[in-house]
Each structure stands twice: as structure tokens, then as C-alpha cells.
């Protein structure tokens, strides 16, 4: 019998330590998490002239804030002590502007200053440390805010009142059944209104290819004309296809391919242990040129709109530089929505990268051949802890409401698996090093550039997104050397995209850069664009038809003769995948 070399052992036992630990710790790096810290104290601790500043701000704000209390206690209309970041929604309620609860509130505001002055602004602490110990004492403090307390939070205590204590009774309830959902691991029953095939990813259609990886689906046409050039929709893999086909109303896909044109879709596969190898290269490979491959057999001598969302985006970007590297010139145009090509402002999720942190990931995905979604969810819910801890708390648990689901809601809790290799190379050559931007990511045995791209780009970015912030998209300004239409519109990272003709309060700003146009910094270009009423679906598809070489009939659905015939209905097998 073969042993295991002694280094494999060692490796190995570490991996599994690591794999169990991050169990526990979702999948956040103790090491990584002390540096920091040590970082933040060791210099904290070495900067007297910081420590009296903070004492004197500390003793003073305080001081302030205790005379400010007495007054609120007599005087209904005195003025905020401290007003909150715009977006806090916490205390909006005017309930909280009444006494006590105004006092509890300001001082919990007041909390949040000092601690963000005094873990911000140190000498020598490295910005990268800096910025994970004060989003961590954040984390913190929301624990304390009085409005997660039954005792100190005026809307429970008025509607327990109102209901004879009903509500609180609904609410334990609620926790109740949560509690047993997560023990026994069955599905939430909350979604059961909402089935795919039925009512979410319901648009007609047929999947025309399939490998390993993809289903590609082509829709049906809707109209007796169709564009001539068809386009390809390559969505992230991080969740499933379907947020661009949810329901009728709001389905991009329905709204395309009824507005003219040919819409091919991929749906990816749902990766197991067994997919622990699948890389960058593979994605690529058996992604989007596989399905261009089999749109230009069903489609022929015709050129493709390549659309991708997310991290679709990025591999999209990645496509099209190699095809451009390669001569390849089957692109018509490039759309990408909330898609980053350069990381190094890549937002709040580069508080989970570096060095210490992947490394730890990366064991934890060894254990299982993959990044399952609680490991993935973790890092989004604490970026966005009050909407997707707090809040829910507060509605289910202690007002006792019933949550009321929406299509989008069901499609977000669907969610995917990664690839350990795949993820890995993600999040190493794009996140940490920048290898995109930079001219360094190699497709095959030569790197590939953004520059070399001269097919017309329309870039969406959201105002409010946490996963790609809208000023990290923008920088696609200063890679291309190409026609760059940039869009950003009201909502947030799905709710932006997702963002049909009709829907309230949604509106987009609209700009065109050339290859000749002097650059525009990004706080600028808001400053210099229009806002209007409405979704930007409308002009993108004016975009389209403007890019396109004209109309003709629809092409059939698969080709046969090609090796692409029909296999079955939309919206596939793969969909199904857990």
C-alpha cells in the first residue's frame, strides 16, 4: 500500500482543522481577523497624541450629549443630537423621536461615531486592517442598538399593547418554525408559492445544447421580425439563471425577445464534489465559447450581442478580450450589467480578501470540492447585516409580522455552489491581484487585454450596490479603447438590473464615452448626465436594434442538421440542480 508523503499529512491535517473551524466562524479567518486587530491596537496603543484626542472628543461629545438628554426629556422638538448616515432607517419612525426613545437612540448614534473615530485614522495601520476592525466594531454595535430589543424599542412595545400581546406570542412562533426549518434542513416553506417552470422562469423556449457545464436555451420568438443578430446571455453562476426570467412582468427575457429579438440563455450547472478541477479556463471554455459555438450553427452568418451579468460580466469581458487578442470577430457588442473588470475599489467585499483569508478559504473548499451557499451567504449578510439579520428579526421575531415573499426573494434563495479550483483562481487572479486590469489573466498560453476590445460596450451599474459599487464598474471608462455607453440607474446590485418599464421610483443617468473623450472622474460623472424617469431597459434595447445590421425571420429553434437539435423545454434540467 502507497503512503501518504509526510508533507501531504501535514498539509492535509491543517486543511482539515481549518475546514471544521470555518464551520463555525463562517468562513471568516481568525488569523486574518487578529492581524488586524493587532494591527489597529499595537498602534492605537503607540499614539498618545491619538488616545488624547480620543479621551478629549470622548468627554466632550458625552458631556454634550448629557445636557442634550435632560432638555429631550421636557422639550418635544428639540433637535436631533446627532443626525444618521443617510440610508440609517433605524430610528425614521417618529416614535423614536419621543422620550426615552429618543435619548436611547442618539446615544447609540453617539456610540457609533466615537467607535468609528476611534478605529479610524491611526497612523501606520494599514487601510486594509483599518477598514476590517472598523466594519467589525459596526458589527458589534448593531448587537446593542435598542431597536433589537423588545424593552427598548417603541413600535414592539405599541403593537404588543395593540394586539393584547398577540404579536410577540406570532413572533415566537416564527422563531419557532425557523428553528425547526434549520435543524431539519428542509426547504423554506415561505417560497412554495413560487415554482420554477410555473411561475419563475417561465418564458417558452427550448434548450438546444448541452455539455458538463451549460444548458444553452433559446426562447421562441414572439414577433414575425427579429433583429438579425442574436444575443447570448451569460448570467453569474454564483446563483441561478432565472432573475432575468422571473415572473411575466418583470422577465428581461420576455421583454427582449418581445421587443424582436433572439435571446439564447445559459443556465449553468450546479458543480458537486466531483467538479472540484473546473477552473477559469473551463467556464471559458465550455461556457460562453461552447454556447457562441452553437448559437453561430443555429444562427449562421451572424454576428452575437454578448450580455453578461455579475460575474457573467467578468467572463464575458474576459471572452471578448481573447476573441479580440485572437482576431475572433463574431462579437457584434458587449453589455455588461453590475460587472467589474478592475478590483481594486471592488467595495466591502474586499474586507474578506487577502492573503490570510483566502488561504483559509481555500481549506475549507478543499474539504468539500466546493463553496457551498451558507459559506457564500455569510460574507453578503454581513454586509448588509441590518436588512438581512436585523430587520427580519425585528418584523418576524418581534412585531410578529408574517414575510410576505416575492419572486425575487424566491430566486435569492436558490442559490448555487462553486468550484474549489474555480473560485480560488477568482478570487486569486482577479480580487487580490488584479489580473484582468492589469493586463496579466491568461486565456491559454498568452494574456489578454481590455484594450484590444473595439466592439461598442453598454455598461449598467446601480447606485446602491454592495457587490460591485458602481464606481468600481465605472472604471471600464479606463480600460477600453472603444465605445463605452455607461448607465447607472436607481436600486441595488438585482433590484437595479431587475428594473422592468413601469416599475416606481426608478430612474437611470445615461453617458457615452469614445476612445477620443478625456477621462471623467467618477464623483464627476453624475454631476454631468441627466437623471430620467424610468428603466433603462428601453434605451438599451434602442441600443441593440441601433447596433444591429437589421431585421429578418426568426430562426428556428435548435439545428439539427448542425448537432444542436431541440432536447427539451425550457427552462432545462440543470435548473433543478441543489
Keep these: 500500500m502507497t ?13 482539515v482543522i481549518h475546514a471544521v473551524e470555518g464551520r ?22 503607540h499614539s498618545p497624541g491619538k488616545l488624547s484626542e480620543m479621551r478629549e472628543n470622548f468627554l466632550r461629545k458625552y458631556s454634550a450629549f448629557g445636557l442634550w438628554s435632560m432638555r429631550a426629556a421636557f422639550d418635544p422638538e428639540l433637535k436631533p443630537f446627532i443626525t444618521p448616515l443617510p440610508g440609517d432607517r433605524r430610528f425614521s419612525d417618529a416614535a423614536w423621536q419621543r422620550f426615552p426613545y429618543n435619548v436611547m437612540a442618539q446615544g447609540f448614534l453617539l456610540q457609533e461615531q466615537w467607535w468609528h473615530y476611534a478605529t479610524t485614522g491611526i497612523p501606520g495601520v494599514a487601510d486594509h486592517h483599518e477598514n476590517v476592525v472598523s466594519f467589525a466594531a459596526r458589527q458589534w454595535l448593531d448587537v446593542l442598538s435598542p431597536t433589537n430589543y423588545p424593552a427598548t424599542n417603541p413600535l414592539v412595545i405599541e403593537k404588543a399593547m395593540n394586539t393584547g400581546g398577540q404579536s410577540l406570542f406570532q413572533g415566537m412562533q416564527n422563531l419557532l418554525e425557523d428553528i425547526q426549518h434549520n435543524l431539519l434542513g428542509d426547504a423554506d416553506t415561505q417560497t412554495s408559492e413560487f415554482r420554477v417552470g410555473e411561475n419563475l422562469a417561465c418564458t417558452p423556449g427550448k434548450v438546444v445544447f448541452r455539455n458538463r457545464l451549460i444548458e444553452l436555451i433559446q426562447y421562441s420568438p414572439t414577433t414575425d421580425k427579429v433583429s438579425a443578430e442574436p444575443i447570448l446571455i451569460t448570467p453569474a453562476w454564483i446563483m441561478k439563471y432565472y432573475i432575468l426570467d422571473l415572473s411575466e412582468h418583470n422577465s428581461m427575457v420576455k421583454y427582449l425577445v418581445d421587443k424582436g429579438h433572439t435571446v439564447f440563455m445559459i443556465s449553468w450547472h450546479n458543480p458537486t464534489a466531483r467538479d472540484r478541477d473546473m477552473g477559469m479556463s473551463d467556464y471559458l471554455r465550455r461556457g460562453v465559447m461552447d454556447a457562441l459555438q452553437a448559437i453561430n450553427h443555429i444562427v449562421p452568418e451572424q454576428k452575437v450581442h454578448l450580455v453578461g451579468y455579475c460575474l457573467g460580466g467578468t467572463l464575458a469581458s474576459i471572452a471578448a478580450s481573447a476573441m479580440a487578442r485572437d482576431n475572433d470577430d463574431r462579437l457584434k457588442s458587449l453589455t455588461l450589467f453590475t460587472a467589474q473588470t478592475d478590483f481594486t475599489e471592488a467595495g466591502e467585499l474586499m474586507l474578506f480578501i487577502d492573503e490570510s483569508q483566502l488561504s483559509y478559504m481555500e481549506d475549507i473548499m478543499w474539504d468539500k470540492g466546493y463553496l457551498d451557499t451558507q459559506q457564500m451567504a455569510g460574507a453578503f449578510t454581513l454586509l448588509r447585516s441590518y436588512d438581512l439579520i436585523w430587520s427580519r428579526i425585528i418584523s418576524e421575531y418581534l412585531l410578529g409580522e408574517t414575510p410576505r415573499m416575492n419572486d425575487l426573494m424566491a430566486w435569492n434563495a436558490d442559490s448555487t455552489r462553486m468550484p474549489y479550483k474555480m473560485h480560488s483562481e477568482y478570487l486569486r487572479k482577479l480580487f487580490l491581484h488584479n489580473d484582468l486590469a492589469s493586463g496579466r489573466f491568461r486565456v491559454g498560453d498568452r494574456p489578454v487585454s481590455l484594450r484590444d476590445i473595439r466592439v461598442p460596450v453598454f455598461c449598467v451599474a446601480t447606485q446602491k450596490d454592495h457587490v460591485a459599487p458602481w464606481r468600481s464598474v465605472y472604471k471600464i471608462n479606463d480600460l477600453m479603447n472603444t465605445e463605452v455607453t455607461f448607465v447607472l440607474t436607481s436600486g441595488g446590485h438585482n433590484a437595479g438590473i431587475v428594473s422592468e418599464p413601469g416599475h416606481p421610483r426608478r430612474s437611470y443617468q445615461m453617458g457615452v464615452q469614445t476612445a477620443e473623450d478625456k477621462h471623467i472622474p467618477a464623483d464627476d460623472w453624475p454631476l454631468r448626465h441627466e437623471s430620467k424617469d424610468g428603466s433603462w431597459w428601453e434605451p438599451w434595447s434602442d441600443w441593440l436594434k441601433s447596433h444591429s445590421s437589421g431585421s429578418t425571420t426568426p430562426p428556428s429553434l435548435g439545428n439539427a442538421d448542425a448537432g444542436y437539435p431541440v432536447m427539451g423545454p425550457a427552462p432545462g434540467t440543470f435548473v433543478f440542480e441543489n
Excluded at 503512503?3 to 498539509?11: A, E, G, V
Excluded at 493587532?38 to 492605537?44: R, S, Y
Aim: proline letters at 9%; zero cysteines; glycine letters at 2%.
Design 24 to 45: 463555525y466562524t463562517q468562513g471568516l479567518s481568525p488569523a486574518s481577523l487578529t492581524l488586524a486587530f493587532m494591527d489597529w491596537l499595537i498602534h492605537t496603543a
Design 3 to 15: 503512503r501518504m508523503p509526510l508533507p501531504d499529512i501535514k498539509n492535509s491535517i491543517d486543511r
